[in-house]
């Protein structure tokens, strides 16, 4: 019988492969671990607990918080704070970041956070989710952090993952190493090796994108769908959930590309650069897959401020390899 790994154990021979790295990063990855089992708890007795629905509040992105964002983010940020390794925090529910301890002076690493990523969809019970990002910090230790430590851009990213809250509870992470996946059994409160090195398959049969931003997307995103909905393969679909962890996952599992384009009057797009896409594209280079704005590829973006949004497309190489062939062909 072949011995479970859990995920403490995995991060423990991971550092011992790997022996200038210090147990803060250990410490930093176990304390998101705790943080994503006390959420899921919460998310999973939600109906019961009283905390499903909306607040009076609005966050920074102008979009009504959730009783379980604000629980969510609370959560997070606690565990972080005291973990004594993390010497500040970006949240996407907050204008500004958090310096933790002694003015953000003591810890080796900044921690950008979307504590509950689809929370719109949290009341009708659709999967939710948590995305993070790693850094090491850029000012010396024992100085106060500044803008230049949060705004770093993805490929200087130390880890990056994020938490399913679905059917199962899972945590997928990289290190720069490949991508692990781990499966929460609540028998025992312990998050066990499922998904070993991951990767996107050779060959992805889904196409995800909110099918009412069409009409105002750019002419290669309409052709490209076009493509998509016209192939000959009739093992390629549609499929949208509309929580950016569930869909991504989904397609990691089955191979596929995920699309956010920029649209007529909002070229930016609506995901952070920072909370959303350069962790999920730290994850997906690492899985086989690729990432990519308008521009080009989102790991070399470098932020401009904390709540930056871009267009996001992101997947199996195949997909977004034909996604610039429609870019560059020419306009008729």
């Known amino acids: 019988m072949t011995k479970t790994v859990t995920l403490q154990e995995?991060?423990?021979?991971?550092?011992?492969?790997?022996?200038?790295?210090?147990?803060?990063?250990?410490?930093?990855?176990?304390?998101?671990?705790?943080?994503a089992k006390i959420v899921n708890h919460q998310v999973n007795r939600a109906g019961l607990a009283g905390i499903l629905g909306a607040t009076d509040n609005i966050n920074v992105q102008d979009e009504q918080q959730q009783k379980l964002d604000v629980f969510a983010d609370r959560t997070f940020q606690r565990i972080l704070t005291a973990g004594k390794s993390v010497a500040g925090i970006g949240s996407e529910e907050r204008e500004d970041f958090i310096l933790c301890g002694d003015a953000g002076r003591h810890g080796k690493y900044v921690v950008m956070i979307d504590p509950l990523d689809g929370s719109s969809n949290i009341d009708v019970n659709v999967s939710i989710g948590t995305i993070f990002s790693i850094h090491k910090r850029t000012t010396p230790m024992g100085e106060p952090l500044t803008d230049e430590d949060f705004l770093q851009p993805g490929d200087r990213q130390v880890a990056a993952?994020?938490?399913?809250?679905?059917?199962?509870?899972?945590?997928?992470?990289?290190?720069?190493?490949?991508?692990?996946?781990?499966?929460?059994?609540?028998?025992?409160?312990?998050?066990?090796?499922?998904?070993?090195?991951?990767?996107?398959?050779?060959?992805?049969?889904?196409?995800?994108?909110?099918?009412?931003l069409l009409s105002r997307a750019t002419p290669p995103v309409r052709t490209f769908i076009d493509g998509c909905r016209e192939t000959s393969d009739p093992a390629f679909?549609?499929?949208?959930?509309?929580?950016?962890?569930?869909?991504?996952?989904?397609?990691?599992?089955?191979?596929?590309?995920?699309?956010?384009?920029?649209?007529?009057?909002?070229?930016?797009?609506?995901?952070?650069?920072?909370?959303?896409?350069?962790?999920l594209a730290f994850i997906a280079e690492q899985a086989g897959g690729s990432a990519e704005d308008d521009q080009g590829r989102i790991m070399e973006r470098t932020p401009s401020h904390l709540h930056e949004r871009v267009p996001f497309y992101v997947g199996s190489r195949h997909l977004l390899h034909a996604l610039n062939a429609c870019r560059k062909a020419p306009v008729n």
């Open 237 to 279: 679909r549609a499929r949208y959930i509309g929580s950016l962890v569930a869909d991504f996952h989904r397609n990691l599992i089955h191979g596929g590309i995920y699309l956010y384009p920029s649209l007529v009057g909002k070229p930016e797009g609506k995901l952070r650069l920072l909370y959303e896409c350069a962790p």
């Open 10 to 35: 995995f991060i423990m021979d991971g550092q011992a492969a790997f022996p200038f790295v210090s147990g803060q990063l250990t410490r930093l990855l176990t304390d998101l671990a705790i943080g």
């Open 161 to 212: 993952g994020y938490i399913l809250y679905g059917s199962s509870t899972m945590l997928v992470y990289t290190t720069g190493t490949g991508v692990n996946g781990f499966t929460l059994d609540p028998a025992v409160g312990e998050f066990f090796l499922s998904h070993p090195g991951m990767q996107f398959p050779e060959h992805g049969s889904t196409y995800s994108i909110n099918d009412a």
